[in-house]
């Protein structure tokens, strides 16, 4: 019988990964999550409604710097709609902590969804992390987005990076992808055609797994993108930061915001299928569970909230509840919901 968790538990799988650098595609980007450095100056994200890029999973519009001592999960959102899922924030019973992981992983199991979002029954699953490192006496934070996007029956995978940092911090990146602007932002993506998972047509349930892994080299950090829908990990994209020899880690940290005034969290979301939309959860029955990797072996995240804040996708009719069967998960059903604190 499934019942609420109230303190930490681990789990003790370890996905195996075979490491392998792919061709990539040079771009070139200089961005910000909430600013575009752009000859003339900057422009800053005023709304969601400007972005109508189909590959375009914008974060939450920052709070500029902030002097708090710790963050205010709640100063994005408070009720619904909201980024609904589950999110470590770095917050705890005994207040901030900080924490530090190469890896991070979102397992979903969907025995049916039915939204409403723009006139469709579509939207997506992100898996949502900020990926920070130092160079040259600066600290950078990127903010990584390894997305599944839902239509109907179709499935396809998607990756978004964008910059978290200062809004003069310039980022160079290269990758499989492309960088595109719209409402005058710049970001880079890359939408998955080429493996056999993506694009694909599937039936309810869905058992899929959405991991990101940091590595570094010479050239500086490196961020791969997977997805596992039941045939084996597959790693789609690579992206590679210019930023020689620096050593990259997925940041928690309820201590400090970014450059861009957003959170240093870690998220598993239902939302909308991109472009700052709202889902409106018809019916459905989802699991989604939260792990982070570092040098001690694979943790269920342990200080759980149901929503996210950094992604400017949300969705709304949304009971988040969390439970314990051996590991600790999130049951998404439809019906009015509340966000708050579900295990720690």
Known sequence: MKHTKLCHDERSFKPEIDRFSGAHDVFLVSLSSVSLVQGQGHEVISTHAQFHHPHIFPPHRGHGKRKDQTVNVYSSYSSEPAPMGLADYGIGPNGPYSRYASEVIGVVNASNVQVYASGNDCFSIQLNAVLTYNYQGQTYALWAQDVASINSNNL??????????????????????????????????????????????????????????????????????????????????TVQVSAPSAVPYFTIDGFNYTGSGNFYDLEL????????????????????????????????????????????????????QGYQNGYLYAELTAGQGYLGCIWN
């Open 156 to 237: 396809e995978f998607i990756d978004n990076v964008w910059n978290m940092s200062s809004p003069n911090a310039g980022v160079s990146v290269t990758g499989n992808g492309q960088v595109s602007s719209t409402g005058g932002i710049s970001f880079y993506y890359y939408c998955d055609t080429n493996t056999p998972g993506s694009p694909t047509q599937f039936s309810y349930p869905l058992n899929l797994e959405m991991m990101m892994t940091l590595s570094s080299d010479s050239q500086g950090p490196e961020v791969c993108f997977w997805y596992n829908e039941g045939q084996g990990w597959v790693k789609y994209d």
């Open 269 to 320: 979301d239902l939302v909308g299928p991109g472009g700052g939309s709202c889902a409106y959860v018809e019916s459905a029955q989802v699991a989604f569970q939260l792990y982070y990797v570092n040098s001690t072996g694979t943790h269920e995240i342990g200080n759980t909230y149901n929503f996210g804040s950094d992604t400017g996708e949300t969705s709304n009719n949304v009971v988040d």
